[in-house]
């Protein structure tokens, strides 16, 4: 659908179906109307805008691995900070996120580059910001390094992949936003990943893998470049929106994204 990009990444779905997505050396981030088919930049100096999610106000929040922070940005293009450190040090690199039913904020924080840059933090973790914005707290501190997240949309499972094992895991949500009961879903780590309505789990690798509920791979779908990420969209959120490298691509579904 349009090409010209440095590398892609961090599709999200708005309340049209639109799709919005990041190109993160470009430090730019675009928008796709599904109905005019016209593409428009929506934010220039994004701070490395990685990971995009809608929340339920319309405002879209980001990982901005450069800026080292998440922030939200609401449609009046108002930026507000979320969060840019965990125990008064900087994160590292937040890379992906999800929103849970109840507003609270799942996000990874690896680290890819920047060698100029030192660390502060002691690993690469999961953090979750509470609905209240009030805290940051770290739920996932056992991983390689994390970086593709998403929640089912009843707000009880966590898949979070860990490329840095090439692996990706499912956790139980609890109502304090704390995550329990790990359990491997596949022997495959991902960059980003979605999920559709009957549960299946969409990972980006050399191809978008499909798995079923079960951690069963049950499809691949071939893409010109090798995707980043991914998201379901349009109208009837039966477009597959994929983020790959120099591109932005689409394909028609016979499901519908959750």
């Keep these: 659908m349009a ?15 639109n799709a919005t997505f990041s190109d993160i050396p470009n430090n730019r981030v675009h928008k796709w ?6 593409l428009t930049t929506v934010r220039e100096n994004s701070g490395g805008a990685n990971g995009l999610f809608f929340d339920q106000q319309g405002n879209l929040v980001a ?9 939200s940005t609401s449609p009046d293009g108002k930026t507000t900070v979320l969060a840019d450190t965990y125990q008064g040090k900087k994160l590292n690199s937040p890379n992906d996120l999800w929103i849970d039913p109840r ?10 580059g920047r060698p100029e840059d030192p660390l ?13 914005r009030k805290s940051v707290v770290r739920v996932v501190s056992d991983l390689v390094k994390p970086n593709g997240v998403i929640g089912t949309s009843d707000g009880k499972s966590l898949y979070v992949a860990d490329p840095g094992a090439n692996k990706t895991y499912v956790y139980r949500i609890q109502p304090d936003g704390s995550l329990t009961d790990r359990k491997l879903f596949c022997e495959s780590g991902s960059d980003g990943m979605t999920l559709d309505e009957q549960g299946n789990v969409y990972l980006t690798a050399k191809s978008v893998l499909v798995y079923s509920p079960s ?17 379901f969209g349009g109208p009837d959120r039966k477009t597959l929106f994929i983020t790959a490298r120099t591109g932005f691509y689409s394909l028609d579904m016979q499901v519908k994204g959750q």
């Design 33 to 38: 109307d599904v109905k005019s088919g016209q």
């Design 3 to 17: 090409g010209g990009f440095a590398f892609t990444e961090g599709p999200a779905r708005d309340k049209d179906g």
């Design 215 to 231: 951690g069963e791979m049950i499809a691949t779908i071939k893409v010109p470049e090798s995707p980043a990420n991914v998201c």
């Design 63 to 71: 990982c901005e691995g450069t800026s080292r922070q998440v922030t």
């Design 103 to 112: 507003g609270g904020i799942y996000f990874t924080d690896p680290r890819y």
């Design 120 to 132: 502060e933090q002691d690993g690469f973790h999961v953090y979750y910001i509470s609905p209240d």
